[in-house]
């Protein structure tokens, strides 16, 4: 019952900006924390951001500066904004969260950086 859903990817020109969504469902009553990964073809799955249950963020040294984490308390959602986007941010977007002190996975959104 419990699951994350994502949202927000696409194709989008170098430069140009996305915005992802992760939304937390079911029956949760504890969150520790909610981050996003990414794996990009013939690559190992890396961490990009991740945000405390208290809203500090972390981020990849990558996308520092270029991207920001955000969660919404109130829709058990987090969110991903990405501005600047390069050819190197193609990949998929996987949002994972501790939920009710158990590792849940989205499924997975495309993010193709392309002209």
């Known amino acids: 019952q419990v699951q994350l859903v994502e949202s927000g990817g696409g194709l989008v020109q170098p430069g140009g900006s996305l915005t992802l969504s992760c939304a937390a469902s079911?029956?949760?009553?504890?969150?520790?924390?909610m981050d996003w990964y990414r794996q990009a073809p013939g690559k190992q799955r890396e961490l990009v951001a991740a945000?405390?249950?208290?809203?500090?963020?972390n981020y990849a040294d990558s996308v520092k500066g270029r991207f920001t984490i955000s969660r919404d308390n109130a829709k058990n959602t987090v969110y991903l904004q990405m501005n600047s986007l390069k050819p190197e941010d193609t990949a998929v977007y996987y949002c994972?969260?501790?939920?009710?002190?158990?590792?849940?996975w989205g499924q997975g959104t495309q993010v193709t950086v392309s002209s």
């Open positions: 994972k969260a501790i939920l009710n002190f158990r590792e849940y």
């Open positions: 945000i405390t249950s208290t809203g500090m963020p």
């Open positions: 079911g029956s949760i009553f504890s969150i520790h924390a």
